[in-house]
T-cell receptor, first 109, second 114 residues
């Protein structure tokens, strides 16, 4: 089967750095995406890794290691508005996204 | 450029009724995806459509559920004879081409079955 596992909750303080991990088991892996969801609203695309290595987009970075079936999302200079659920997801041959279990990030002052 | 539009935002149906959920993709996007999210859970893929074609419906229950994306008009997810277990948030997403790694999501339709 296909599965993507994430920690269920992470807590960090404002200004800190936090890493959200994602380990996956898939067939036909096409890349790892990250989405943010506030309070059950529309998921918003954050980043995508097709190849091994680090992708940086402002305060957010994402890393992928295909040999380890592992990736992570790194959030720097945490702000209160970063409190949300974060999902890793992988795409398949037909473009459908398989989402991870999700991580609820709580940023404390 | 308007984002993905979904309506209604909230829908209440009694058991046994039909639910119709509509999705208008972003302008220029011809690929539409439907996902379902139960409370406190992740999003589960249901169906992927292009104009007038169902590409992948592997995540959609075989009975009571159907989806279409006609040449003109929005994509429709139809649930017949709803049951309490259908209560969930249904999200539509769209992408511009055949690379579906970045999908743009609508605000969702919250279906409540009483």
């Amino acid at each position: 089967g296909q599965s993507l596992e994430q920690p269920s909750e992470v807590t960090a303080v404002e200004g800190a750095i936090v890493q959200i991990n994602c380990t996956y088991q898939t067939s036909g892996f096409y890349g790892l995406s990250w989405y943010q969801q506030h309070d059950g609203g529309a998921p918003t695309f954050l980043s995508y890794n097709a190849l091994d290595g680090l992708e940086e987009t402002g305060r957010f970075s994402s890393f992928l290691s295909r040999s380890d079936s592992y990736g992570y999302l790194l959030l720097q200079e945490l702000q209160m508005k970063d409190s949300a659920s974060y999902f890793c997801a992988h795409g398949g041959a037909t473009n459908k996204l398989i989402f991870g279990t999700g991580t609820l990030l709580a940023v404390q002052p | 450029n308007a984002g993905v539009m979904q309506n209604p935002r909230h829908l209440v149906r009694r058991r046994g009724q039909e639910a119709r959920l509509r999705c208008s993709p972003m302008k220029g996007h011809s690929h539409v995806y439907w996902y379902r999210q139960l409370p406190e859970e992740g999003l589960k893929f249901m169906v992927y459509l292009q104009k007038e074609n169902i590409i992948d419906e592997s995540g959609m229950p075989k009975e009571r559920f159907s989806a279409e994306f006609p040449k003109e008009g929005p994509s429709i997810l139809r649930i017949q004879q709803v049951v309490r277990g259908d209560s969930a948030a249904y999200f539509c997403a769209s992408s511009p081409g055949d690379s579906g790694d970045e999908q743009y999501f609508g605000p969702g339709t919250r279906l409540t079955v009483t």
